[in-house]
Protein backbone atom coordinates (compact mmCIF):
# COMPACT_ATOMS: atom_id res chain seq x y z
CA UNK A 1 0.00 0.00 0.00
CA UNK A 2 1.25 3.59 -1.19
CA UNK A 3 2.69 5.72 1.94
CA UNK A 4 0.59 8.96 0.96
CA UNK A 5 -3.20 8.53 0.05
CA UNK A 6 -4.42 11.86 -2.04
CA UNK A 7 -1.99 14.61 -2.84
CA UNK A 8 2.00 14.59 -2.27
CA UNK A 9 2.38 17.51 -0.29
CA UNK A 10 4.85 20.56 -1.62
CA UNK A 11 7.75 20.01 1.23
CA UNK A 12 7.69 15.77 0.40
CA UNK A 13 8.46 16.39 -3.05
CA UNK A 14 11.61 18.78 -2.86
CA UNK A 15 12.65 16.32 -0.11
CA UNK A 16 12.43 13.53 -1.89
CA UNK A 17 13.96 15.30 -4.99
CA UNK A 18 16.53 16.26 -2.70
CA UNK A 19 18.25 13.20 -2.82
CA UNK A 20 18.89 13.28 -6.26
CA UNK A 21 21.86 16.06 -5.77
CA UNK A 22 24.56 13.14 -5.24
CA UNK A 23 23.35 11.59 -8.35
CA UNK A 24 23.85 14.68 -9.95
CA UNK A 25 27.52 15.12 -9.37
CA UNK A 26 28.51 12.15 -9.68
CA UNK A 27 26.61 11.93 -13.51
CA UNK A 28 28.20 15.57 -14.02
CA UNK A 29 31.94 14.39 -12.46
CA UNK A 30 31.79 11.57 -14.47
CA UNK A 31 29.80 12.50 -17.65
CA UNK A 32 31.90 15.85 -18.58
CA UNK A 33 35.05 15.88 -16.49
CA UNK A 34 36.44 12.38 -15.94
CA UNK A 35 37.70 11.99 -19.54
CA UNK A 36 38.95 14.56 -19.79
CA UNK A 37 40.36 15.08 -16.52
CA UNK A 38 42.74 11.86 -16.81
CA UNK A 39 43.15 12.09 -20.58
CA UNK A 40 44.35 15.56 -21.09
CA UNK A 41 45.60 16.77 -17.41
CA UNK A 42 46.78 13.23 -16.20
CA UNK A 43 48.03 12.10 -19.83
CA UNK A 44 46.31 8.90 -19.71
CA UNK A 45 45.05 7.77 -23.44
CA UNK A 46 41.35 8.56 -23.94
CA UNK A 47 40.97 5.02 -25.69
CA UNK A 48 42.28 3.60 -22.07
CA UNK A 49 40.51 5.91 -19.86
CA UNK A 50 37.07 5.50 -22.01
CA UNK A 51 37.92 1.32 -21.61
CA UNK A 52 38.42 1.88 -17.79
CA UNK A 53 35.26 3.93 -17.04
CA UNK A 54 33.37 0.97 -19.27
CA UNK A 55 34.61 -1.79 -17.37
CA UNK A 56 33.98 -0.10 -14.18
CA UNK A 57 30.02 0.37 -15.20
CA UNK A 58 30.04 -2.65 -16.08
CA UNK A 59 30.98 -4.21 -12.61
CA UNK A 60 28.95 -1.96 -11.24
CA UNK A 61 25.86 -2.94 -13.45
CA UNK A 62 26.38 -6.82 -12.01
CA UNK A 63 26.83 -5.40 -8.66
CA UNK A 64 23.33 -2.91 -9.17
CA UNK A 65 21.19 -6.24 -8.73
CA UNK A 66 21.81 -7.43 -5.47
CA UNK A 67 22.08 -4.05 -3.70
CA UNK A 68 18.02 -3.82 -5.13
CA UNK A 69 17.54 -7.14 -4.17
CA UNK A 70 19.19 -6.19 -0.51
CA UNK A 71 17.31 -3.06 -0.62
CA UNK A 72 14.10 -5.22 -1.28
CA UNK A 73 14.79 -7.61 2.03
CA UNK A 74 16.26 -5.31 4.02
CA UNK A 75 13.53 -5.56 7.11
CA UNK A 76 14.38 -3.06 10.31
CA UNK A 77 12.10 -0.73 12.49
CA UNK A 78 12.98 2.16 10.30
CA UNK A 79 11.67 0.56 6.52
CA UNK A 80 13.78 -1.25 3.92
CA UNK A 81 14.97 2.02 2.10
CA UNK A 82 16.58 4.29 4.58
CA UNK A 83 19.55 2.11 6.59
CA UNK A 84 21.04 2.40 2.91
CA UNK A 85 20.60 5.95 2.35
CA UNK A 86 22.25 6.54 6.30
CA UNK A 87 25.64 4.22 5.74
CA UNK A 88 26.15 4.98 2.04
CA UNK A 89 27.28 8.60 1.71
CA UNK A 90 30.40 9.15 4.14
CA UNK A 91 32.00 6.19 2.40
CA UNK A 92 30.86 7.77 -1.33
CA UNK A 93 32.19 10.64 -0.41
CA UNK A 94 35.85 9.96 0.67
CA UNK A 95 35.88 7.70 -2.92
CA UNK A 96 34.30 10.93 -4.58
CA UNK A 97 37.69 12.93 -3.56
CA UNK A 98 40.41 9.87 -4.53
CA UNK A 99 38.75 9.66 -7.53
CA UNK A 100 39.69 13.12 -8.20
CA UNK A 101 43.08 13.42 -6.28
CA UNK A 102 44.71 9.53 -6.69
CA UNK A 103 47.37 9.45 -3.87
CA UNK A 104 50.40 10.99 -5.16
CA UNK A 105 48.81 13.40 -7.65
CA UNK A 106 49.86 11.14 -10.61
CA UNK A 107 47.34 8.81 -12.68
CA UNK A 108 46.40 5.66 -10.74
CA UNK A 109 47.32 3.36 -14.06
CA UNK A 110 44.65 1.42 -15.71
CA UNK A 111 43.36 -1.12 -13.31
CA UNK A 112 43.85 1.79 -10.35
CA UNK A 113 41.22 3.65 -12.06
CA UNK A 114 39.06 0.99 -12.54
CA UNK A 115 39.14 -0.21 -8.57
CA UNK A 116 38.34 3.89 -7.79
CA UNK A 117 35.91 3.93 -10.12
CA UNK A 118 33.84 0.82 -9.33
CA UNK A 119 33.78 2.09 -5.67
CA UNK A 120 32.25 5.14 -6.32
CA UNK A 121 29.65 4.05 -8.42
CA UNK A 122 28.89 1.12 -6.07
CA UNK A 123 28.58 3.71 -3.28
CA UNK A 124 26.16 5.81 -5.46
CA UNK A 125 24.13 2.87 -6.51
CA UNK A 126 23.61 2.13 -2.48
CA UNK A 127 22.33 5.94 -2.24
CA UNK A 128 20.52 6.34 -5.48
CA UNK A 129 18.88 2.44 -5.86
CA UNK A 130 16.97 2.90 -2.43
CA UNK A 131 15.79 6.65 -2.89
CA UNK A 132 14.27 5.83 -6.14
CA UNK A 133 12.64 2.82 -5.03
CA UNK A 134 11.19 5.22 -2.58
CA UNK A 135 8.68 6.48 -5.74
CA UNK A 136 6.16 3.66 -6.36
CA UNK A 137 6.02 3.22 -2.17
CA UNK A 138 5.17 6.46 -1.87
CA UNK A 139 2.02 7.13 -4.56
CA UNK A 140 0.23 5.08 -6.96
CA UNK A 141 -1.09 7.96 -8.64
CA UNK A 142 0.00 8.05 -12.66
CA UNK A 143 0.57 11.81 -12.28
CA UNK A 144 2.09 12.31 -8.93
CA UNK A 145 4.90 10.04 -9.46
CA UNK A 146 5.46 11.88 -13.26
CA UNK A 147 5.76 15.18 -10.55
CA UNK A 148 8.07 12.84 -7.55
CA UNK A 149 10.40 12.53 -10.57
CA UNK A 150 10.37 16.36 -11.84
CA UNK A 151 11.61 16.95 -8.41
CA UNK A 152 14.51 14.03 -8.51
CA UNK A 153 15.43 15.01 -12.08
CA UNK A 154 15.51 18.83 -11.55
CA UNK A 155 17.18 18.56 -8.09
CA UNK A 156 19.61 16.18 -9.86
CA UNK A 157 20.25 18.74 -12.66
CA UNK A 158 20.61 21.19 -10.05
CA UNK A 159 23.61 19.59 -8.16
CA UNK A 160 25.09 18.72 -11.87
CA UNK A 161 24.74 22.74 -12.73
CA UNK A 162 26.04 23.64 -9.50
CA UNK A 163 29.09 21.67 -9.36
CA UNK A 164 29.89 22.59 -13.31
CA UNK A 165 29.35 26.64 -12.47
CA UNK A 166 32.41 26.26 -9.85
CA UNK A 167 34.37 23.99 -12.26
CA UNK A 168 34.24 26.96 -15.13
CA UNK A 169 34.37 29.90 -12.39
CA UNK A 170 36.03 29.29 -9.07
CA UNK A 171 38.31 25.92 -9.45
CA UNK A 172 39.43 25.74 -12.36
CA UNK A 173 38.83 29.08 -13.31
CA UNK A 174 42.90 29.99 -13.77
CA UNK A 175 44.69 30.09 -17.23
CA UNK A 176 44.83 26.46 -17.57
CA UNK A 177 40.93 26.05 -17.09
CA UNK A 178 39.71 22.63 -17.23
CA UNK A 179 43.77 21.62 -17.55
CA UNK A 180 44.49 22.81 -13.84
CA UNK A 181 45.20 20.09 -12.00
CA UNK A 182 45.17 21.29 -8.95
CA UNK A 183 41.80 22.77 -9.09
CA UNK A 184 40.03 19.26 -8.94
CA UNK A 185 40.95 18.77 -5.53
CA UNK A 186 39.03 21.49 -4.60
CA UNK A 187 36.13 20.19 -7.17
CA UNK A 188 36.03 17.03 -5.38
CA UNK A 189 35.67 18.22 -1.72
CA UNK A 190 33.49 20.15 -2.06
CA UNK A 191 30.89 17.62 -4.18
CA UNK A 192 31.56 15.01 -1.56
CA UNK A 193 30.11 17.25 0.81
CA UNK A 194 27.26 18.07 -1.22
CA UNK A 195 26.57 14.15 -1.57
CA UNK A 196 26.51 13.36 1.96
CA UNK A 197 24.13 16.50 2.42
CA UNK A 198 21.97 15.50 -0.33
CA UNK A 199 21.33 12.00 0.74
CA UNK A 200 21.35 11.98 4.49
CA UNK A 201 19.06 15.32 4.32
CA UNK A 202 16.48 13.55 2.20
CA UNK A 203 16.37 10.33 4.68
CA UNK A 204 15.84 12.54 7.47
CA UNK A 205 13.07 15.00 5.48
CA UNK A 206 11.33 11.54 4.66
CA UNK A 207 12.18 9.33 8.05
CA UNK A 208 8.66 9.98 10.04
CA UNK A 209 6.96 8.93 6.38
CA UNK A 210 9.00 5.46 5.67
CA UNK A 211 10.44 4.65 8.80
CA UNK A 212 8.44 1.40 9.84
CA UNK A 213 8.30 -2.08 9.73
CA UNK A 214 7.28 -3.30 5.98
CA UNK A 215 4.50 -5.22 5.69
CA UNK A 216 5.61 -8.52 5.61
CA UNK A 217 8.86 -10.17 6.42
CA UNK A 218 10.85 -10.88 2.59
CA UNK A 219 12.50 -14.18 1.86
CA UNK A 220 15.77 -14.31 2.68
CA UNK A 221 18.66 -13.09 0.47
CA UNK A 222 20.05 -15.53 -1.85
CA UNK A 223 22.85 -14.35 -4.56
CA UNK A 224 20.89 -16.69 -6.91
CA UNK A 225 17.91 -15.13 -6.03
CA UNK A 226 18.81 -11.76 -6.64
CA UNK A 227 19.69 -12.57 -10.47
CA UNK A 228 16.50 -14.45 -10.56
CA UNK A 229 14.46 -11.46 -9.94
CA UNK A 230 16.48 -9.13 -12.67
CA UNK A 231 16.00 -12.21 -15.27
CA UNK A 232 12.06 -12.25 -13.87
CA UNK A 233 11.97 -8.68 -14.28
CA UNK A 234 13.16 -8.88 -17.90
CA UNK A 235 10.54 -11.20 -18.91
CA UNK A 236 8.28 -8.54 -18.38
CA UNK A 237 7.18 -7.43 -21.83
CA UNK A 238 6.84 -3.99 -21.03
CA UNK A 239 10.26 -3.80 -19.14
CA UNK A 240 11.50 -5.31 -22.56
CA UNK A 241 10.45 -2.65 -24.10
CA UNK A 242 11.28 0.27 -21.73
CA UNK A 243 14.92 -1.60 -21.90
CA UNK A 244 14.97 -1.59 -25.78
CA UNK A 245 14.34 1.95 -25.53
CA UNK A 246 16.48 2.94 -22.90
CA UNK A 247 19.38 1.36 -24.03
CA UNK A 248 19.61 3.89 -26.82
CA UNK A 249 18.59 6.55 -25.11
CA UNK A 250 21.30 5.70 -22.43
CA UNK A 251 23.96 5.01 -24.49
CA UNK A 252 23.05 8.62 -26.33
CA UNK A 253 23.10 10.81 -23.36
CA UNK A 254 26.62 9.09 -22.33
CA UNK A 255 28.23 9.93 -25.35
CA UNK A 256 27.01 13.35 -25.79
CA UNK A 257 27.54 14.03 -22.29
CA UNK A 258 31.71 13.03 -22.20
CA UNK A 259 31.87 15.03 -25.40
CA UNK A 260 30.72 18.22 -24.93
CA UNK A 261 34.06 19.46 -23.55
CA UNK A 262 35.66 18.72 -26.22
CA UNK A 263 33.04 19.80 -28.59
CA UNK A 264 32.36 23.11 -26.34
CA UNK A 265 35.91 24.14 -26.30
CA UNK A 266 37.25 22.78 -29.44
CA UNK A 267 34.55 23.27 -31.72
CA UNK A 268 32.43 25.88 -29.85
CA UNK A 269 35.24 28.00 -28.37
CA UNK A 270 33.24 28.84 -25.36
CA UNK A 271 36.02 29.23 -23.38
CA UNK A 272 35.91 32.92 -24.59
CA UNK A 273 33.64 36.01 -23.26
CA UNK A 274 30.40 35.60 -23.81
CA UNK A 275 29.86 39.21 -23.95
CA UNK A 276 32.24 41.30 -26.44
CA UNK A 277 34.29 43.63 -24.08
CA UNK A 278 32.74 42.33 -20.69
CA UNK A 279 33.76 40.53 -17.69
CA UNK A 280 36.38 37.48 -18.24
CA UNK A 281 34.43 35.71 -15.93
CA UNK A 282 31.20 35.44 -18.29
CA UNK A 283 32.36 32.35 -20.57
CA UNK A 284 30.46 30.36 -23.02
CA UNK A 285 30.96 28.13 -20.50
CA UNK A 286 29.20 29.46 -17.69
CA UNK A 287 26.65 30.28 -20.12
CA UNK A 288 26.20 26.19 -21.23
CA UNK A 289 25.87 25.18 -17.37
CA UNK A 290 23.14 28.32 -16.73
CA UNK A 291 21.44 26.99 -19.91
CA UNK A 292 21.23 23.67 -18.99
CA UNK A 293 20.22 24.59 -16.27
CA UNK A 294 17.23 26.87 -17.83
CA UNK A 295 16.73 23.55 -20.06
CA UNK A 296 15.38 21.68 -17.14
CA UNK A 297 13.67 24.24 -15.66
CA UNK A 298 11.24 24.50 -18.99
CA UNK A 299 11.03 20.41 -18.71
CA UNK A 300 10.16 20.66 -15.21
CA UNK A 301 7.13 23.25 -16.33
CA UNK A 302 5.96 21.61 -19.69
CA UNK A 303 6.54 17.49 -19.23
CA UNK A 304 3.74 16.89 -16.49
CA UNK A 305 1.13 18.53 -19.20
CA UNK A 306 2.71 16.52 -21.91
CA UNK A 307 2.23 13.52 -20.10
CA UNK A 308 -1.57 14.32 -19.20
CA UNK A 309 -1.65 15.21 -23.50
CA UNK A 310 0.13 12.67 -24.77
CA UNK A 311 1.21 10.36 -21.84
CA UNK A 312 4.70 9.11 -21.41
CA UNK A 313 4.99 6.70 -24.62
CA UNK A 314 4.62 9.18 -26.74
CA UNK A 315 6.23 11.88 -24.90
CA UNK A 316 9.38 10.26 -24.64
CA UNK A 317 9.70 10.05 -28.56
CA UNK A 318 8.71 13.70 -29.40
CA UNK A 319 11.48 14.44 -26.65
CA UNK A 320 13.85 11.94 -28.80
CA UNK A 321 13.53 13.08 -32.05
CA UNK A 322 13.11 16.82 -31.09
CA UNK A 323 16.35 16.52 -29.23
CA UNK A 324 18.56 15.52 -32.11
CA UNK A 325 17.26 18.23 -34.52
CA UNK A 326 17.89 20.94 -32.27
CA UNK A 327 21.23 19.41 -31.18
CA UNK A 328 22.72 19.10 -34.51
CA UNK A 329 20.85 21.98 -35.97
CA UNK A 330 24.20 24.07 -35.12
CA UNK A 331 26.70 21.46 -36.24
CA UNK A 332 25.04 21.19 -40.02
CA UNK A 333 25.11 24.38 -39.97
CA UNK A 334 28.20 25.37 -39.49
CA UNK A 335 29.71 22.60 -41.48
CA UNK A 336 27.69 24.46 -44.33
CA UNK A 337 29.50 27.70 -43.96
CA UNK A 338 25.67 29.06 -42.83
CA UNK A 339 27.15 30.07 -38.50
CA UNK A 340 28.63 33.18 -37.37
CA UNK A 341 32.10 32.94 -36.52
CA UNK A 342 32.99 30.33 -33.53
CA UNK A 343 33.92 32.19 -30.40
CA UNK A 344 32.17 35.21 -30.99
CA UNK A 345 29.55 36.15 -28.84
CA UNK A 346 27.20 35.81 -32.13
CA UNK A 347 28.20 32.31 -32.41
CA UNK A 348 27.87 31.21 -28.50
CA UNK A 349 24.40 32.93 -28.08
CA UNK A 350 22.63 30.93 -31.55
CA UNK A 351 24.28 28.01 -30.19
CA UNK A 352 23.15 28.12 -26.46
CA UNK A 353 19.59 29.05 -28.28
CA UNK A 354 19.44 26.06 -29.44
CA UNK A 355 20.55 24.28 -26.84
CA UNK A 356 18.11 25.45 -24.79
CA UNK A 357 15.30 23.49 -26.09
CA UNK A 358 17.89 20.16 -27.69
CA UNK A 359 18.51 19.62 -23.65
CA UNK A 360 14.75 20.21 -22.76
CA UNK A 361 13.22 17.37 -25.15
CA UNK A 362 16.54 15.51 -23.89
CA UNK A 363 15.66 15.11 -20.48
CA UNK A 364 11.10 14.84 -21.01
CA UNK A 365 12.42 12.19 -22.89
CA UNK A 366 14.81 10.72 -20.06
CA UNK A 367 12.05 11.98 -17.27
CA UNK A 368 9.46 9.73 -19.50
CA UNK A 369 10.85 6.57 -19.49
CA UNK A 370 12.37 6.66 -16.52
CA UNK A 371 8.73 7.42 -15.31
CA UNK A 372 7.91 4.39 -16.54
CA UNK A 373 9.17 1.90 -14.44
CA UNK A 374 7.06 2.68 -11.75
CA UNK A 375 3.91 2.00 -13.40
CA UNK A 376 5.78 -1.63 -14.51
CA UNK A 377 6.16 -2.38 -10.85
CA UNK A 378 2.18 -2.99 -10.66
CA UNK A 379 1.94 -5.17 -13.56
CA UNK A 380 4.92 -7.25 -12.32
CA UNK A 381 2.91 -7.73 -9.13
CA UNK A 382 -0.19 -8.17 -10.75
CA UNK A 383 1.36 -11.38 -12.74
CA UNK A 384 3.45 -12.43 -10.04
CA UNK A 385 1.80 -11.29 -6.38
CA UNK A 386 5.32 -9.91 -5.52
CA UNK A 387 6.18 -5.94 -5.68
CA UNK A 388 10.17 -5.57 -5.99
CA UNK A 389 10.62 -1.92 -6.64
CA UNK A 390 14.40 -2.23 -6.10
CA UNK A 391 14.54 -5.50 -8.46
CA UNK A 392 13.20 -3.10 -11.48
CA UNK A 393 15.13 0.03 -10.61
CA UNK A 394 18.22 -2.05 -10.42
CA UNK A 395 17.34 -3.52 -13.44
CA UNK A 396 17.49 0.22 -15.07
CA UNK A 397 20.28 1.09 -13.46
CA UNK A 398 21.93 -1.77 -15.01
CA UNK A 399 21.05 -0.94 -18.54
CA UNK A 400 21.73 3.02 -17.55
CA UNK A 401 25.28 2.13 -16.46
CA UNK A 402 26.30 -0.48 -18.88
CA UNK A 403 25.33 2.26 -22.11
CA UNK A 404 26.44 5.30 -20.37
CA UNK A 405 29.90 3.23 -20.59
CA UNK A 406 29.33 2.59 -23.96
CA UNK A 407 28.51 5.98 -24.39
CA UNK A 408 31.77 7.52 -22.82
CA UNK A 409 33.59 4.40 -24.42
CA UNK A 410 32.52 5.36 -27.85
CA UNK A 411 33.54 9.19 -26.93
CA UNK A 412 36.86 8.09 -26.44
CA UNK A 413 37.02 6.26 -29.61
CA UNK A 414 35.56 9.47 -31.40
CA UNK A 415 38.21 11.47 -29.86
CA UNK A 416 40.87 8.95 -31.10
CA UNK A 417 39.54 8.89 -34.72
CA UNK A 418 39.90 12.18 -35.39
CA UNK A 419 43.34 12.31 -34.17
CA UNK A 420 42.48 14.91 -31.51
CA UNK A 421 46.09 15.63 -29.91
CA UNK A 422 46.85 15.92 -26.36
CA UNK A 423 47.22 18.85 -24.83
CA UNK A 424 44.83 20.46 -27.52
CA UNK A 425 44.22 24.18 -27.16
CA UNK A 426 40.70 25.96 -28.70
CA UNK A 427 41.84 27.67 -32.26
CA UNK A 428 44.80 25.06 -32.54
CA UNK A 429 43.26 21.96 -33.62
CA UNK A 430 43.09 21.52 -37.39
CA UNK A 431 39.20 21.86 -38.84
CA UNK A 432 39.84 18.55 -40.45
CA UNK A 433 40.40 17.26 -37.07
CA UNK A 434 36.62 18.94 -35.52
CA UNK A 435 34.89 18.10 -38.61
CA UNK A 436 35.62 14.28 -38.41
CA UNK A 437 34.35 14.47 -34.55
CA UNK A 438 31.32 16.46 -35.25
CA UNK A 439 30.60 13.95 -38.14
CA UNK A 440 31.63 10.55 -36.04
CA UNK A 441 29.39 12.37 -33.22
CA UNK A 442 26.27 13.51 -35.27
CA UNK A 443 26.15 9.77 -37.25
CA UNK A 444 25.93 7.77 -33.62
CA UNK A 445 23.65 10.44 -32.27
CA UNK A 446 21.02 10.01 -34.76
CA UNK A 447 21.18 6.27 -34.95
CA UNK A 448 20.69 6.14 -30.99
CA UNK A 449 18.13 9.06 -31.23
CA UNK A 450 15.79 7.22 -33.95
CA UNK A 451 16.14 3.33 -31.53
CA UNK A 452 15.32 5.31 -28.43
CA UNK A 453 12.04 6.95 -29.89
CA UNK A 454 11.10 3.85 -31.99
CA UNK A 455 11.18 1.18 -28.68
CA UNK A 456 9.46 4.13 -26.12
CA UNK A 457 7.32 5.07 -28.11
CA UNK A 458 5.72 1.33 -28.07
CA UNK A 459 5.80 1.24 -24.11
CA UNK A 460 2.38 -0.57 -23.82
CA UNK A 461 1.21 0.23 -20.11
CA UNK A 462 -1.50 3.39 -20.39
CA UNK A 463 -2.45 5.55 -18.20
CA UNK A 464 -6.11 4.07 -18.36
CA UNK A 465 -4.41 0.49 -18.12
CA UNK A 466 -2.22 1.79 -15.33
CA UNK A 467 -5.61 2.89 -13.46
CA UNK A 468 -7.51 -0.24 -14.18
CA UNK A 469 -4.36 -2.65 -12.64
CA UNK A 470 -4.64 -0.40 -9.13
CA UNK A 471 -8.34 -1.40 -8.65
CA UNK A 472 -7.47 -5.21 -9.70
CA UNK A 473 -4.78 -5.00 -7.02
CA UNK A 474 -6.85 -3.36 -4.03
CA UNK A 475 -9.65 -6.01 -4.76
CA UNK A 476 -6.96 -8.38 -4.69
CA UNK A 477 -6.28 -6.76 -1.40
CA UNK A 478 -9.22 -6.19 -0.03
CA UNK A 479 -10.15 -10.39 -0.82
CA UNK A 480 -6.97 -11.33 1.16
CA UNK A 481 -7.51 -9.01 3.97
CA UNK A 482 -11.30 -10.82 4.18
CA UNK A 483 -9.76 -14.34 3.82
CA UNK A 484 -7.49 -13.41 6.78
CA UNK A 485 -10.59 -12.45 8.55
CA UNK A 486 -12.07 -15.89 8.10
CA UNK A 487 -8.83 -18.04 8.41
CA UNK A 488 -8.44 -18.66 5.06
CA UNK A 489 -5.13 -18.86 4.13
CA UNK A 490 -5.62 -19.87 0.78
CA UNK A 491 -8.31 -17.32 -0.74
CA UNK A 492 -7.04 -14.03 -2.42
CA UNK A 493 -3.85 -15.84 -3.92
CA UNK A 494 -5.38 -16.53 -7.31
CA UNK A 495 -5.21 -13.62 -9.90
CA UNK A 496 -8.94 -13.12 -10.60
Known amino acids: ?66 IGNLSDRTYTRWGRRLPWLYLAPVPLAVMWVLLWHPPGGEAPGFFGLIVIAVGVRILLSACEVPSISLVPEITQDYDDRTTLFRYRFLSGWLGGIVMMILAYTVFMSGPDGLLEQEGYLGFAVFGAALMVLSVVGSALGQHRLVAHWPERRPAPFSLRG ?36 YLNVFVWQLDQPLIEGGPEWLTGLLGYALTLFLSVVLMFLVVGQMHRTYGKAKSAAIGAYCSIVLALAPYLLLLAGLWPEVGTPASSFAFLATLLFANMFGVIMMISATSMIAEIVEAFEERTHRRAEGAFYSGNWLIQKCATGLGIFTTGQIVAAAQLPDGARAGNVEQGVLTDMIIYYGCAGILLAVVAAYWLGRFPISREEHEARLQTLAERRAIAIDAAARGDVDAGTIVP
Do not use: C, W
Open 1 to 66: MAFVKGPLSQRLKIVHGFGSVAFGVKDLGFSFFLLIFYNQVLGMDARLVSLALLIALLVDAVIDPI
Open 226 to 261: AFDEIFDAFSEKSFLIFAAGALAAYVNQGMTFSISN
